[in-house]
């Protein structure tokens, strides 16, 4: 079990250049090979140790050259300029996986992940509907994406589909959507009607509370 205390409460964001429903959520290659994407949250309650981080942003963006659990990932942080000294160095915390116990999120994302690129910090506008599967997150200057829901191909109409993951190490449920991203970051690349996974989640050093 992992010594330090810490929590992310919060509204939780997946897209990535794949088909709809993440080939990663049921151990299968990506639709293209490989994956390029980003996770972002908007943290309603948090902290590390003694450092609080209710109301912070932030998001990830990734390339991966073949499925993920092949590794050689890089990744580029991108933080809530609003963030502290003290605040960023506590989502580092987290994010390095040291402070979480073996085969939780940021724990694998560690083990995977071989290149870094230096973070940037960026004012943030996140808004986020899940059961209305409307959802959009600006890193202003960096990051862009928006998702709605997928639509019926003969109707035009919404269509719904949830994913569930009872033993999840990401979320435990997820409504899936339909996402545009735009990232001119570290990691550029640029998709149109990809996948979208929208979830509240919780998560503990130990994994997801919820």
Known sequence: MAASDWRLEGEWMKN?????????DFNARPTQGYCKGLVAMRIAKGHFEGTRLDGLCFAITVDFPGPLHEGNGTIQPIIDERATAEQRQALFDIFSG???????????????VTKIHDPVFVPFEFSFDKD???????????????????????????????????????????????????????????????????????????????
């Open 98 to 112: 040291k402070h979480s116990a073996e085969g939780t999120l940021f724990q694998i994302v560690s083990m995977i």
């Open 16 to 24: 990535c250049s794949c088909a709809f429903g993440c080939p990663c």
């Open 132 to 210: 209305g599967r409307i959802a959009r997150l600006l890193a202003r200057g960096v990051l862009e994406t928006d998702v709605e829901p997928i639509k019926n191909p003969v109707t035009g109409d919404p269509h719904r589909i949830q994913v569930v993951m009872p033993e999840g190490f990401e979320h435990r449920a997820a409504e899936v959507a339909s996402a545009n991203i735009r990232s001119t970051g570290a990691i550029p690349f640029e998709t149109r009607g990809t996948h979208s996974s929208l979830a509240n989640v919780v998560q503990t050093p130990e994994g997801v509370a919820a």
